[in-house]
């Protein structure tokens, strides 16, 4: 399985922006697809992530409930964080991952693939 996230950005505080993941490959093993975000100094931590098996149901970090929405699109191997009222402190390196196991899960070690960053910038 491969990972291709894209779609960041410099935007103002406030803003929006739809990050994308794609994914490639045996893409049938993935149950779980989840975000995670990384800033210099700072380990790699989670922001949500959504389960294919219970209804697409999704799950957040607090720190961006209300203000993040995953979602996918099962035909074209897609997810996408939408992320809206942006914050200087969303400023990070975000990644996507896939995990084979069908429980999302907020640990980094438990997921099984893993994109390159795509990088968000919330600045004035």
């Known amino acids: 399985v491969q990972l291709q996230a894209c779609g960041g950005g410099l935007v103002r505080p406030g803003d929006s922006l739809r990050l994308s993941c794609a994914a490639s490959?045996?893409?049938?093993?993935?149950?779980?697809m989840g975000w995670f975000r990384q800033t210099p100094g700072k380990e790699r931590e989670f922001v949500g992530g959504t389960n294919r098996w219970s209804g697409g149901s999704s799950y957040y970090a607090d720190s961006v409930k209300g203000r993040f929405t995953i979602s996918r699109d099962n035909a074209k191997n897609t997810v996408y964080l939408q992320m809206n009222s942006l914050k200087p402190e969303d400023t990070a390196l975000y990644y996507c991952?896939?995990?084979?196991?069908?429980?999302?899960?907020?640990?980094?070690?438990?997921?099984?693939?893993w994109g390159q960053g795509t990088l968000v910038t919330v600045s004035s």
């Open positions: 490959g045996s893409t049938f093993t993935l149950n779980v």
């Open positions: 991952a896939g995990r084979r196991a069908p429980v999302v899960v907020t640990t980094v070690s438990e997921y099984d693939y």
